[in-house]
């Protein structure tokens, strides 16, 4: 009987069959000179290529490969916790298998976590290959949230990270539809450090994360740690009753003096449109929290594999 692995590296991928031979070549290559006992879980997030045979051909020689299909997309965050639900090792690493984060630096990260640390995540030094705008973008996104959430999500810290057993355990207890691991991992506490790296341009092919996506998970992000949108909803109803408290008494004064500049529609339409507009602001940030809500109640699986695993593992 194979000892179970120690380490398990647990990597999403999504149309990318250019890339995943030599993703695989080049992670294989780091955990063999860790000495001990490892497993790479490659989750399929139905792709439209030939990734998933290339997986499975990869699987077919080499045991240490265990592949996940997903039997339709269902999001990158997702399959991050399938391979999370099926991950045996102590030490769970979670890497994208675009190569963007290099998997030559799995090994700092063991290292860390040899030292007692229980999340291990990696900080983006420098971020090759990306346009200006997604880096400010993602800049000012780490900042935002950090501001408007009570807990301390680290800047510039993406899901390459590794979580001893107990987190990964504690995460996999949350089942939540709108995930976001990279929040959810800082909520659970424990010790934790960073561990700056270079990450490098996509080996190849073009990048899944599109501006929609990007915006999907922001939004993710925001509505499941902060209640600020709806504080800000309150807010915003705040200064508009101010603002026609304040108006009324300068309305009255000028028709009383004659003034001709409040005569007519046009003050009207511009107060109907004003408060219009912040009521529909009120009620869409409302809708997202309700849809959430309804989302969590319907209880439908986060995901449906395709065929089972090879072999029996924990998890759905």
Known sequence: MSKPPV???????????????????RTTAVMKKMGEPWELVIVDDGSKDRTSKI?????????????????????????VTAGMDHALGQAVILIDGDLQDPPEVIPELIANWRDG????????????GESFFKR???SAFYRLINRITEIDIPLDAGDFRLMDRRVVDVLNQMREHHRFLRGMSAWVGFRQVGVPYDRAARFAGETHYTLGRMIR??????????????????????????IALLAIPVVVYLRLVGSAAFFGQATTLIAVLFFGGAQLISLG?????????YDEARGRPLYI????????KKGK
């Open 7 to 25: 380490y398990s590296v647990v990597a999403p991928v999504y149309n990318e069959a250019e890339t995943i031979p030599e993703f695989i070549a």
């Open 136 to 138: 400010f973008t993602a």
């Open 305 to 312: 594999l395709r065929q089972p695993p090879e072999e029996p």
């Open 217 to 242: 998970l922001a939004l993710t992000a925001i509505t499941g740690f902060s209640f600020f949108p709806l504080q800000l909803a309150t807010y915003l109803g705040f200064i508009s009753a101010g």
């Open 285 to 293: 940030i409302l809708g997202e929290y309700i849809g959430r809500l």
């Open 55 to 79: 997986i499975q051909q990869h699987a077919a020689k080499d045991k240490h490969i265990h592949p996940l299909l997903f039997a339709r997309n269902f999001g990158h965050q997702i399959a």
């Open 117 to 128: 640390y229980e999340v291990v995540y990696a900080v983006r030094r420098q971020r090759k």
